[in-house]
C-alpha cells in the first residue's frame, strides 16, 4: 500500500514547482508514487497537484488537478445514442463510474456519499478536444462535435459539458460495487 500525506501539498517548499503556459502552477508528487501508481495502472503515469485552489471550477485550466470526476454509465448510454455511435468511457477519464442512476443525473447532485465518504458538488465538466482520441492513443471519430452539439455548454468558457466534479468532503473509503447515494440534490 502507497500513503499519500495530503497536508504535504499544501506547502510546495519541497517540490519543483512548474508554470503552465497559462502561469498556472503544478508539481510533481514524486517518482515512488508515480512508479506504483504506473504499476497499478500497467501504464506510465506522473501524478501532479496544483498547489492552486484557483485551478478548480469554470476557470479552470489544467482538468486533470480537480477532485473527483464521475460520469453516469446511463449518461454515456444516452449520449451514445444521441451520437450515433458507440463512445467508449475512457475519452471522459472519469474516476468514478455511477450505475443504476437516470441518463445526466449526477448534474442535480450536491452532495452524495459513496461508502463513509461524503462529497460535494464542484462543477460540471467541461470537455476538451481530447475526447476526440481513444484510450489507446488513436484519434478517432469526432467526439467533440457530438458534444458541442449535443450536450449544453458552460456559461463562462462556452465549451460543452458532460459529467461532473465533486470534492471530498468527509474522507473515508470507496470501493468497487459502492452505491452513490444522494443526500442533497443541487438546484439546476
Excluded at 470526476?69 to 463512445?87: M, N, P, R, T
Excluded at 481530447?130 to 492513443?137: Q, W
Excluded at 449535443?150 to 460495487?177: D, I, M
Amino acid at each position: 500500500n502507497l500513503f499519500f500525506v495530503l497536508s504535504a501539498f499544501q506547502n510546495t517548499k519541497n517540490y519543483d514547482v512548474k508554470t503552465t503556459p497559462k502561469n498556472n502552477e503544478y508539481c510533481h508528487v514524486g517518482e515512488k508514487e508515480s512508479k506504483w501508481m504506473s504499476d497499478v495502472l500497467g501504464k506510465d503515469v506522473r501524478l501532479m497537484f496544483s498547489p492552486e485552489k484557483t485551478l478548480s471550477g469554470d476557470d479552470m485550466i489544467i482538468q486533470s488537478l480537480d477532485p473527483v470526476h464521475i460520469i453516469g454509465e446511463s449518461s454515456l448510454q444516452a449520449f451514445s445514442k444521441e451520437a450515433g455511435w458507440d463512445v467508449e468511457m475512457e475519452r471522459f477519464r472519469p474516476n468514478i463510474v455511477s450505475v443504476g442512476h437516470d441518463a445526466y443525473a449526477d448534474e442535480g447532485w450536491q452532495e452524495i456519499k459513496i461508502g463513509d465518504t461524503v462529497m460535494e458538488f464542484d462543477h460540471r465538466t467541461t470537455r476538451c478536444l481530447i475526447t476526440n482520441v481513444n484510450y489507446d492513443g488513436v484519434r478517432t471519430a469526432d467526439t467533440m462535435n457530438n458534444l458541442r452539439t449535443l450536450r449544453p455548454r458552460c456559461e463562462k468558457t462556452n465549451k460543452p459539458v458532460f459529467g461532473s466534479y465533486f470534492a471530498v468532503k468527509q474522507t473515508g473509503h470507496v470501493k468497487p460495487g459502492d452505491k452513490i447515494i444522494l443526500v442533497k440534490r443541487r438546484n439546476v
